[in-house]
């Protein structure tokens, strides 16, 4: 089976709150959804739009649970924001006035996915609570399946990691609901980039 996949290197440059822990979902099950924004910097303003993106939005649900990431190799975007929205999503027909970041960015993509509970997210991803988020590496690959494989391709990306890996690291997997092309987007955390450089090999 042939499918589209893009994988980028990103260190987390934004740590998130951790909520009262809820129930976990089965394995592929998508409890939440998740507002995942891919934004490329306007030339010579990326450090602004790093420190824009890094302050909560406070018209979000939940402002403080998301998880920002810079680009480090891969895929053309700067910044990765993935916004943990609750169990339900809403888009306002009457959008407010501009915000601080639309004359530092050359373009965005936004998706909405859906995704485990924020609890999962939080501890697949090691941030949250008194973590250190220093050293943390992140692989982000976006999947298109051929036409009709959807289920194989999610049952393959959704794979536990075995016990007796040589590294062990942290997954998500969110399932795109609307917005951009991809329909699968994996995000894989390692502890150092010496753990990224082991499971490579």
């Given at each position: ?47 602004a739009l790093g420190k824009v993106l890094m302050t909560p939005d406070k018209t979000a649900p939940m ?9 480090q190799e891969g895929d053309d975007w700067d910044y990765a924001v993935i916004q943990h929205l609750g ?115």
């Open positions: 089976m042939r499918s589209f996949a893009a994988h980028v290197v990103a260190i987390g440059v934004a740590i998130a709150t951790l909520t009262a822990a809820a129930q976990q979902p089965q394995p592929g099950a998508g409890t939440d959804v998740y507002h995942v924004h891919f934004t490329k910097a306007a030339p010579g303003q990326a450090a402002p403080d649970h998301f998880l920002l990431l810079r680009h169990q339900k999503a809403a888009i306002d027909a009457a959008p407010g006035p501009p915000g601080p970041a639309r004359n530092l960015r050359a373009w965005h993509n936004d998706t909405f996915a859906s995704g485990p509970s924020w609890s999962e997210f939080t501890r697949e991803m090691g941030i949250g609570g008194k973590a250190n988020t220093a050293n943390l590496v992140y692989v982000l690959g976006v999947f298109r399946p051929v036409p009709g494989h959807g289920d194989q391709l999610q049952k393959i990306l959704d794979q536990p990691l075995p016990p007796d890996a040589k590294v062990q690291s942290g997954g998500v997997l969110l399932q795109h609901l609307e917005g951009g092309a991809w329909q699968f987007l994996t995000l894989t955390r390692y502890d150092s980039w010496q753990d990224l450089a082991a499971d490579r090999t």
